[in-house]
């Protein structure tokens, strides 16, 4: 009963979604957050089939072609007790109840999304979907953050991220380092600290700029590297060791022109794959090949934040920030958008607090996400 149970209410949640982009795209039904002509919505939505599976197949690898890779899941499958060879960290769906459906502004997804990376036939849903990942943080407590105001002569800190899902392209390993630029996708709400449930919310992504790779705190050339006299500006870069497995990546947007100046993420693992060699980067060195042991890139953190709206020049110590449009995979405002991918990306600002920034910053224990059964292994490279 609890697998049909559990089916039943994942259909209900689908058939949500299909319905709600029908009053998106044609304006039938007033939605949570606006229905106007050119709003980004998304375009394409997976076919839903419910599983035939049974609970005969719990503990087993899942069956092939009962994966979907535009759909989140953990590593054993809540339906079936199968599991996958990889994770894809939080459940979004946590936070849908602030967000609204995480699939809204996806093109349907609940994991990718239509400005993956990577040439065609090479992007990065096809060929290292393994390292795409939620960090889904919850009623986080207001002295995590610090904010200024917008307001001409006032720069207090008036407010606070109050929660926050952010879905990032992490491959902390071989395959990865030598990438520069890796999908994300933010929400944000940010509340004001007199009334936290005054808030608005920020929704946006992109191709985030990780800069230059660092083993060991020395900077290691490679090609596609920032000019050199950019590195201290940007303040972003891989950060990899030559002798343990804590792996911390800094991303930022830089220089947008839009509604949003400058944002970036910080986040981190402690079990990543491999140690990096400075003298050879590229190089697939994995601690464990044979996959059993914990070095497996299954531990997370959401280390930090920030975002810089382009704030009002007013006198009012609360006003706020509205847009609905498109960025392209720099954060820079475009038009004439009809479909969702690198350059059309979704940005929004709602009622959001006239801020000349915002940052949250998480001191908190790394998650583990490996579920596996005691003194077994189920997840394999390059999860």
């Known amino acids: 009963m609890a697998r049909f149970s559990w089916m039943r209410r994942e259909l209900y949640r689908r058939l949500f979604i299909v319905l709600g982009s029908v009053g998106l795209l044609f304006g039938v039904v007033a939605s949570r957050v606006g229905a106007a002509a050119g709003d980004p919505t998304f375009i394409h939505l997976p076919t839903v089939v419910e599983s035939t599976l049974t609970r005969s197949v719990a503990g087993r690898l899942c069956p092939a072609g009962y994966h979907d890779p535009t759909r989140w899941h953990p590593l054993i499958d809540p339906a079936t007790g199968c599991h996958f060879n990889h994770e894809h960290k939080d459940d979004p769906h946590v936070l849908d109840d602030v967000f609204g459906p995480v699939e809204t502004y996806l093109g349907g997804y609940s994991i990718s999304h239509p400005w993956q990376t990577g040439p065609t036939g090479t992007e990065e849903n096809h060929h290292k979907h393994e390292s795409y990942g939620w960090f889904v943080l919850r009623d986080l407590p207001p002295s995590a953050s610090r904010s200024q105001n917008g307001a001409i ?64 705190g020395v900077w290691v050339p490679l090609p596609g590297d920032p000019d050199p006299k950019d590195i201290d500006r940007l303040i972003a870069s891989r950060n990899h060791s030559s002798t343990n497995h804590t792996v911390a990546w800094v991303g930022r947007f830089n220089d947008a022109n839009g509604p949003i100046a400058y944002a970036g993420v910080r986040h981190s693992t402690k079990d990543a794959w491999q140690t990096i060699d400075p003298l050879n980067p590229l190089a697939l060195n994995l601690t464990c090949p044979d996959f059993q042991c914990a070095m497996n890139g299954s531990t997370a953190r959401l280390d930090f934040f920030i975002i810089r709206p382009r704030h009002l020049k007013t006198g009012d110590r609360f006003a706020r920030l509205n847009f609905r449009g498109y960025a392209d995979r720099n954060l820079r405002a475009v038009t004439g958008c009809t479909a969702l991918g690198p350059d059309c990306i979704p940005l929004v600002l709602e009622n959001f607090p006239n801020l000349r920034m915002v940052q949250f910053r998480n001191s908190g224990v790394w998650r583990e996400y490996d579920s596996s059964p005691p003194g077994q292994h189920w997840i394999e490279y390059p999860n």
């Open 153 to 216: 002569d006032d720069k207090s800190d008036v407010a606070f991220v109050k929660n926050i899902r952010v879905q990032v392209h992490s491959d902390m390993h071989a395959g990865g380092v030598g990438t520069r630029f890796h999908s994300v996708w933010i929400e944000v709400q940010v509340c004001y600290r007199t009334d936290p449930n005054d808030c608005g919310i920020a929704r946006f992504g992109g191709h985030q700029d990780y800069g230059e790779l660092r083993v060991d």
